[in-house]
Each structure stands twice: as structure tokens, then as C-alpha cells.
């Protein structure tokens, strides 16, 4: 069974506790963990905005597949509430703007699923959650944004399958409280059907990508047939929030290439699509492409597939398909790497660098 890495988040204006465990079937591993603070004396805007620099920070860095976000406790204080409410949002809103999908949980069930009690305390939850991550260490908020972790680990697999022998297109059943394991956004039960089926039974083309992309031989994560948004992607990396598709037919849902990419875009992925046949005939090349896109800087030459810098610096074809040409300007081209002649750095073999 696959491992999958899982970000808990213990949401709070002054302290916001996150922990990443990495779950693979029953087995649970502690990644890190630690705590966002924030300086009472700051303007809200600005405590707000370190959070979420902060939180998109962790993702990036420690590169969760799913997130969880324990509910807000309300108090007394209606004031204290409403900030809290706040900081809450933006634990919810980093990691879905990359894609990520977002449980929610009451406390009580996160106590419930950690210590056996629903009304557990701080130290009991710290002990527990030290038993079932051995060497984590963790102490209070960082303790408690990895109960969340864990009891979002708890529950995934049976909502899963739960939610794969649903009927297409259902929505949350009206008896489950808002709060309880709710995925925000999520793709549908057949979309997760589908990716299962797609990741067992891929083309031969896929395959053959995938060998390249798999294990970070580029540098970076790369997963196969992954959720993002209300979509399945052939190749995501929320690393460089970079999505690798490829021409099939194989795509789950009834839009157009063109409506997709650009939604995904709107949500700050880079789209790159590949005919099957480029795959095929040249991967050196359609591996240059990617490359370019995940490390701009170190190739200005090349214009990545959909982000065009100019009239000249890609060509559509075929609708959302484009063919990634160098671009017309004088600029000192990038040096070839050991091994590779200067006429293997020309993406997709589109013409050579003189």
C-alpha cells in the first residue's frame, strides 16, 4: 500500500500548531512538526498574511499529499471567537490554493480518536500522540495539529471506500455533521474510481513518463493520478505547483482542455501538456520542457508549455496542446550538462541552439 503524507493544522491567531506524519496502511510515522506565532502587537492583516506565508511555507517544504484542520472552539468571548475564526481560515485556505484536499474535525472526535476520550486534556493528548509517534517529541499546539494528523489518518480509509461505493455526483450525506471529515474541494467518487483504475492499467505512454518522473529524478515529487481541485491530474507536484498532462482521452471529467488548465491556473498551477507521440519519439526532450518549468532561472531560454512570454514564445496547437519553440531573443543559452551535446538542450527537437 502507498504511503501518503498527511499535514494536521491546529489553527490559532497567536499560535498555530502544524505537524506532517507520513501514513501507510495502519503504520504511522512522525515527519516534523512545530508552531506559527504571531506578535499580538502587529496589525491583524499583517498576523494573517505571516500565517499564511507560513503555512504555504510548510507545504511546500515538507510537500503533504492531504491536509486536516481541527474545528474552532467557540468561547465566550465573541471577539476572541471571531479572530480565531479567522485564523481558522487561513488554516483552511493555504493548503487548498495548492490543491491540497482539506478535512475538517471537531475537537472532541480528534480526542476521541487519539486518546479514547472526547474530553481528553493537552497532556493526555502530548502523551498519546508521543506513544503512537515514537521520537516526536511534540509538546502542546504541535501536539495537538498532530493528533488532528492522526485522527484524520484514522478516518480517511473508511471514508474512502465509503465514498467510492457512493453514486456520482452525491453530496455530503445530510445526517453527517458539517466539521466531521469533510474534503473541501474533493473530485467526485467515479474520478477517485477512475485514478485508482488509471494508476493499475496506465497506457504505455504514461508508463514510460513515469519512470522518469517517479522517485524525484527531476529534483522534485512527482505523484500519479492525483487529486487537485475537483480534478485528476496525470502528474502533480505541489512541490513547483506543476501539473504534467498527457493527449488520451483519459481525463475524468467533460471539459475541455482548455476550461481545465485554465482553472487550474487560476488556482496557480503550471499546466504543461504533451502529445502521446512526443512522449514516444522524443522524452529527452519533453523532459527538458519539464525541467525548464520546475527550474526557470537556470534555463531562460526555453518558454514553458502554457506560460508564453511573448507573442512568439509558444504556439497553440491542436486547442490547449502547445509546442514549446525557443524563443526569437539573443539571450545566452544555457550550458549543456555532462554527457548532453548542445542539440540535445532544443526542447522536443523544435530546432537546434546554435
Known amino acids: 500500500m502507498a504511503s501518503i503524507r498527511i499535514l494536521g493544522v491546529d489553527p490559532g491567531l497567536n499560535r498555530t500548531g502544524w505537524g ?21 502587537s ?70 476521541k480518536s487519539v486518546v479514547g476520550a472526547g474530553h481528553a486534556d493537552k497532556t493526555q493528548i502530548a502523551m498519546m500522540v508521543g506513544m503512537l509517534l515514537p521520537g516526536s517529541h511534540a509538546k502542546a499546539d504541535a501536539a495537538d495539529a498532530l493528533a488532528v494528523a492522526i485522527c484524520h489518518a484514522h478516518h480517511r480509509g473508511a471514508r474512502i471506500v465509503q465514498e467510492s461505493l457512493a453514486p456520482a455526483g452525491r453530496g455530503r450525506d445530510p445526517r453527517q455533521r458539517e466539521g466531521e471529515g469533510a474534503f473541501l474541494p474533493k473530485p467526485a467518487a467515479h474520478q477517485i474510481a477512475n485514478a485508482r483504475r488509471l494508476r493499475q492499467d496506465g497506457t504505455n505512454v504514461e508508463k514510460r513518463l513515469w519512470q522518469s518522473l517517479r522517485n524525484e529524478q527531476l529534483g522534485i515529487k512527482f505523484r500519479r493520478q492525483a487529486p487537485v481541485l475537483n480534478y485528476i491530474a496525470d502528474f502533480l507536484s505541489h512541490e513547483a505547483s506543476l501539473i504534467v498532462e498527457l493527449d488520451g482521452g483519459q481525463h475524468t471529467d467533460n471539459l475541455t482542455d482548455d476550461d481545465r488548465t485554465a482553472k487550474l491556473e487560476q488556482a496557480g498551477f503550471q499546466v504543461l501538456r ?81
Open 274 to 354: 504533451f502529445w502521446n507521440n512526443e512522449v514516444n519519439e522524443n522524452l529527452d526532450g519533453v523532459l527538458q520542457t519539464i525541467a525548464a518549468a520546475i527550474r526557470p532561472r537556470e534555463t531562460e531560454s526555453l518558454a514553458p508549455s502554457g506560460r508564453g512570454r511573448g507573442p512568439q514564445s509558444g504556439r497553440v496547437r491542436g486547442g490547449s496542446h502547445r509546442e514549446i519553440a525557443l524563443e526569437p531573443s539573443a539571450k545566452a543559452e544555457p550550458a549543456p550538462s555532462p554527457g548532453r551535446s548542445a542539440s540535445d538542450l532544443s526542447p522536443l527537437g523544435r530546432g537546434k541552439i546554435p
Open 20 to 40: 506532517v506524519i507520513e501514513c501507510e496502511g495502519n503504520r504511522l510515522r512522525h515527519i516534523a512538526h512545530g508552531v506559527v506565532t504571531s506578535d499580538p
Open 42 to 111: 502587529d496589525a491583524l492583516s499583517a498576523r494573517l498574511s505571516s500565517l499564511y506565508s507560513e503555512l504555504a511555507k510548510i507545504i511546500v517544504t515538507w510537500g503533504p499529499e492531504e491536509a486536516a484542520v481541527e474545528e474552532v472552539f467557540v468561547n465566550r468571548n465573541p471577539a476572541s471567537t471571531l479572530k480565531l475564526g479567522m485564523a481558522r481560515g487561513i488554516a483552511l485556505l493555504a493548503p487548498a490554493m495548492t490543491g491540497l484536499a482539506v478535512a475538517e474535525y471537531a475537537a472532541n472526535l480528534v480526542k
